[in-house]
């Protein structure tokens, strides 16, 4: 199955974007210019949304002629890339995406060609699948755990980091006791919302060639 | 590769001077026509990588220029623009990327760095034998500056090695050995040792960095031509500085080790040396994690020949040591090939008095280091060791952990010995790591070749 690795699925879709000479600006600046202004961490739709490890959607101008011995080759339309590390089975990720996000996959792809909406879900998941590539050989964002094992495991280790941290040197009796209480405690915490997990860091540029 | 033509390189570059004192002048300009006539009187001072068959020098002069200073020289506009962005902007103005934030922001760097109006235009570095040959040097320079009229001297800095029993040494103020793991580049002309380039496919042998790694105009280790200014003969053979001046809170450090290592069953050096990496005296932990041991730390066939492939899960050196986080070899897999492109030549010395381990210190005392770094490109390697490797640690698996040496803290660092379940090896945790290091200010600064600087001299930068 070349879109799965263990239970982590790689979607790749590409969606043509609408060619209109009349529309100012044009349809996919519309796209770059929602993209450049989506949040980020919490808030950002792929975390308001379940299943998505990392995501990314770029607008595809053309292929650039580099020179020679590359010979000119162009695409028949702009199109829209997004690229996902999911949970599950596809159709789930789609639903979920739809019936969670609809506002902002409208606001994207409502500048593609064919797009039927977010709020008739089947026929969302039906275009969705339409522009589906098969992804074949992608970086795996982690080793077959789920987005929200994968939130707990992080949660679990800085708390048990800080525990550690806070116990070195601690008798046998506090150091049981103490521990006792922490798991208990640790267990009934909700796991911790997606995008929340990382350091606070602004999407910096560090310039040409990196 | 052939031989570099080492005459038209400055020997800055191309090898650590090893002489004990120097002093860094920092100029600025006021007419390019006087400023260029200033660079040409001091083009017979500069000293190129030519060999020293005749024996070390008194003093060596090098000199760079920040992108201000080159658009006070006047060099065309379609040269300037051409410049890396990063270098165009300077340090100052990258500082949220570099995570110098905090007690590292700008405001708290010293004036020189500081003043919105009177900007560093160039860094003239003299090296000596002795403090009275740089005032040697220095006296010719003062009377080619009056003579010209190029360039005020807005500040200098002096740096000095450690001096123990009169000799000096390699010793930095935390009272480590320092100095160890500078690359080696193809072409380049230096005694190689073994684990100073890059790991060859067996894991085993070590060969020379891609001279692009270091100079402009030569293939890097991707096989391109690093990103420079045209035209060509104005980047060829030249490289760009990285200049920070490092204030090091030596009270703060010795309190934190003493207070952990009370705490740690390995012992107070052996904490000291999971810090860094190496024992006091250099040696390796990852050779040698039980004691330091002379003879690997004086060996240079021993002292850099190693990998952390037998130790991924950093029980000898931990996965945090400050060594191994900027200098990861072997340790993210691959044989090492993903670190290839990170490298960067380190120059500098330590300022301020040394206080040996009996003698009281305060971390208002004037002492650090002048670190000085050497790259291609400033925002593939300085910048991504800098903000990668020393301020994040998700390349090392270690979260949000920063380098416990340089990372910024702000009193909330961690840092973790990995550790075994033998009594003098165990686990430890480090937390609310204080800030031992404190930027006081630098910048980035291009360091042209004896050519590109006669091109400067005479006005003969020409972009078309």
Not at chain 2, 133 to 145: K, P
């Amino acid at each position: 199955m070349p879109n799965k690795n263990g239970s982590v699925y790689g979607l790749t879709i590409l969606s043509p974007i609408i060619e209109d000479e009349k529309a100012t600006p044009s349809h996919d600046l519309q796209i770059r210019n929602y993209l450049a202004k989506l949040s980020i961490r919490e808030e950002s739709p792929f975390a308001q949304a379940p299943g998505t490890h990392l995501a990314r959607l770029v607008v595809m101008d053309d292929v650039i002629y580099v020179g020679m011995p590359a010979c000119e080759e162009h695409l028949k339309s702009k199109y829209l890339v997004f690229e996902s590390n999911c949970d599950g089975e596809l159709d789930t990720y789609l639903t979920g995406l739809a019936t969670n996000i609809p506002e902002h996959l409208d606001a994207i792809w409502k500048h593609c060609v064919g797009y039927p909406g977010a709020a008739n879900c089947e026929a969302f998941v039906d275009y969705m699948k339409a522009c589906q590539l098969d992804t074949t050989f992608y970086f795996a964002a982690v080793n077959d755990k789920s987005v929200p094992e994968s939130l707990r495991a992080l949660q679990t280790q800085s708390a048990v980091a800080n525990f550690i941290a806070t116990h070195q040197g601690a008798d046998p009796v506090t150091l049981q006791r103490d521990f006792i209480e922490f798991a208990a405690h640790l267990e009934s915490q909700p796991p911790p919302p997606p995008g929340s997990m990382g350091p606070y860091r602004e999407i910096k540029t560090g310039g040409r060639n990196e | 590769m052939s031989k570099l033509n080492a005459s038209d390189i400055q020997g800055f570059v191309l090898r650590g001077y090893n002489l004990p004192v120097a002093r860094y002048l920092f100029l600025h300009f006021e007419d390019a026509t006087r400023a260029r006539s200033l660079i040409a009187r001091l083009l017979g001072h500069i000293t190129t990588g030519q060999r020293w068959d005749a024996g070390k020098p008194q003093s060596t002069v090098n000199i760079a220029f920040t992108h201000r200073g080159l658009e006070h020289l006047e060099l065309p506009l379609a040269t300037l623009l051409t410049f890396p962005v990063e270098f165009q902007q300077g340090m100052r103005q990258r500082a949220a990327l570099l995570g110098d934030t905090g007690v590292n922001s700008p405001d708290h760097w010293d004036p020189l760095w500081r003043n919105d109006h009177i900007h560093v235009h160039a860094w003239l570095g003299i090296n000596g034998q002795s403090v009275e040959a740089l005032d040697t040097r220095q006296a010719a320079i003062q009377s080619a500056l009056d003579q010209t009229g190029g360039a005020t001297i807005l500040a200098c800095q002096e740096a000095a090695a450690v001096f123990i029993n009169g000799k000096p040494t390699t010793k930095e103020h935390f009272g480590f050995t320092d100095g160890f793991g500078n690359p080696d580049y193809l072409g380049v002309e230096r005694s190689t040792q073994p684990g100073q380039g890059k790991l060859m496919p067996d894991g085993k042998t070590w060969a020379p960095l891609a001279t692009g790694e270091l100079l402009l105009g030569y293939a890097d280790e991707a096989g391109e031509l690093p990103v420079a200014p045209v035209p060509h003969l104005l980047a060829a053979n030249g490289t760009f500085m990285v200049y920070r001046k490092l204030h090091q809170n030596v009270a703060t450090f010795r309190a934190f080790l003493d207070r952990q290592a009370a705490l740690y069953g390995g012992g107070k050096e052996k904490l000291a040396a999971k810090f860094i990496g190496r024992w006091r005296d250099g040696t390796p932990i990852e050779r040698s994690p039980d004691k330091p041991d002379s003879s690997i730390a004086q060996d240079p066939n021993l002292s850099t020949d190693f990998t952390y492939g037998g130790d991924l899960a950093g029980t000898r050196c931990p996965m945090g040591a400050h060594l191994r986080r900027v200098h990861p070899r072997d340790a993210f897999g691959f044989n090492g090939r993903l670190i290839n492109r990170r490298r960067i030549t380190r120059r500098g010395l330590p300022y301020g008095p040394f206080a040996a381990e009996d003698q009281p210190v305060s971390d208002a005392d004037d002492r650090g280091v002048v670190f000085m770094a050497l790259n291609a490109s400033l925002s593939r390697q300085f910048e991504f060791v800098q903000q990668q490797w020393v301020q994040y640690g998700n390349d090392s698996h270690l979260g949000n952990d920063k380098d416990v040496l340089m990372g910024n803290h702000g009193g909330h660092g961690r840092f973790v010995v990995q550790g075994d379940s033998s009594n003098t090896n165990p686990p430890f945790v480090c937390s609310n790591l204080p800030d031992f290091v404190e930027l006081r200010g630098g910048d980035y600064f291009f360091l042209p070749s004896i050519t590109a600087l006669g091109m400067i001299a005479l006005g003969l930068v020409d972009p078309r």
